[in-house]
């Protein structure tokens, strides 16, 4: 019999968004010798990180659902796979996935942790009440950053307890705690693979057609409403009046991609604004950016953003949720006020014409990372939650 502590990560999707991205970067730090992982998810069309994960030696299964509701469907067979395989810690991503694992949770008695991404002010009603009306069920709840417990504590409606990790004793009987816990367990980055590879960066470079010294701007996003990406191709257009030899990257996909694709065109940047697409390996992208911008109008902890800052890239910003926990305002980056956003165009203008502010920033960057986001750190408190909560 394993003496291992079995923990089943359970999310809608493992496509390409930040918190999906976040599992195989932890899977390759964590405590092999000690925790057994397997990796649930329900929409079978978004399974980029599959293959990542499998290839680290952990088991991968999707419950297949085209929406929301059916994954409700899924409890018993997810119930059934928890006895099944003996997990002893369910862990929980984004609020449908964790609505479904504290239902599971209480069929099966097995521990239910629950990390929240986002600002709860940003969900629809819906998927708002749903979060709140059972989150009380949990054992525990993870917030990314400081800014996203505020909004926790605000809209949840519960008295929660407190833990310092590590902790030494369980929470109570059969590993079920009163009320749930709340922490902060930031989100981490690997800056051991995360480093800037000028060879690779000047392959991409010439990939896109941007001359080797043309200063580049780019982002790693999903297209969503919330990063504003037709906010960032305005930016850029009034950046390229100013420093007309600029070129601009998008790395991603989603659902506004034919908006987004039209707002391009509609602003004269075909030949400057490159978008490859969806990318599994980014780093060489991050490598070929001197400026790493984003426009959002509301964030977590963006994962995308630590891997920039990890390979060196100097930051400008608006202050959207865990955004102005992570630059230090004129150490590691520059940043605005989310309505304020056409100051990226200044801050992007001074910092192309002041390399040696923009080398002083993106060294900041790398070791504000370094210092306080590292993965490893992240997936040891993690271990330490897992094993406090084990039954």
Not at 66 to 76: A, T
Not at 334 to 358: A, G, P
């Amino acid at each position: 019999m394993s003496t291992k502590v079995t923990v089943l990560h359970l999310i809608k999707s493992l496509g390409r968004g930040g918190a999906e991205m976040l599992l195989p970067e932890t899977l390759k730090v964590h405590d092999r010798d000690q925790f057994d992982f397997h990796f649930a998810y329900f929409l079978p069309w978004k399974d980029q990180m599959v293959s990542a994960i499998e290839a680290l030696g952990a088991n991968t299964i999707c419950f297949k659902a085209n929406n929301n509701l059916q994954m409700f469907q899924r409890v018993s067979e997810i119930s059934h796979y928890v006895q099944e395989h003996q997990i002893d810690v369910i862990h929980s991503h984004l609020p449908w996935a964790g609505v479904v694992a504290r239902i599971v949770g209480k069929k099966t008695g097995v521990p239910v942790v629950y990390t929240e991404h986002n600002k709860w002010e940003r969900y629809n009603k819906i998927t708002y009440w749903l979060n709140k009306l059972s989150f009380g069920l949990q054992d525990a709840a993870v917030a990314v950053s400081d800014d996203v417990q505020q909004s926790i504590r605000k809209n949840a409606g519960l008295n929660f307890r407190e833990l310092e990790l590590p902790a030494t004793k369980g929470p109570g009987v059969n590993g079920k705690a009163k009320k749930p816990y709340l922490l902060n367990i930031l989100n981490g980055v690997n800056t051991a693979h995360f480093v800037r590879d000028e060879q690779a960066g000047l392959q991409i470079r010439q990939e896109l057609d941007i001359p080797e010294n043309a200063p580049v701007i780019g982002t790693v996003s999903v297209f969503r409403f919330q990063k504003r990406l037709d906010v960032w191709m305005e930016i850029a257009a009034a950046i390229l009046k100013k420093v007309p030899e600029a070129h601009f990257i998008i790395v991603g996909d989603g659902p506004l991609k034919e908006e987004l694709m039209a707002k391009k065109k509609s602003l004269g940047l075909e030949d400057r604004l490159h978008m490859p697409g969806l990318k599994t390996d980014v780093k060489p992208y991050f490598s070929a950016m001197d400026i790493y911008m984003m426009s959002s109008i509301f964030e977590g902890l963006p994962i995308a953003l630590l891997e920039a800052m990890s390979c060196s890239c100097a930051v400008i910003s608006t202050k959207a949720g865990g955004v102005g926990e992570v630059v230090d305002e004129g150490k590691s980056g520059l940043l605005c006020e989310v309505d304020d956003y056409m100051k990226l165009v200044d801050y992007s203008i001074q910092l192309l014409q002041n390399t040696e502010q923009r080398i002083a920033l993106a060294a900041g960057a790398r070791g504000r990372v370094q210092a306080d986001f590292s993965i490893n750190k992240m997936a040891k408190q993690l271990e330490e939650l897992y094993l406090y909560l084990k039954k």
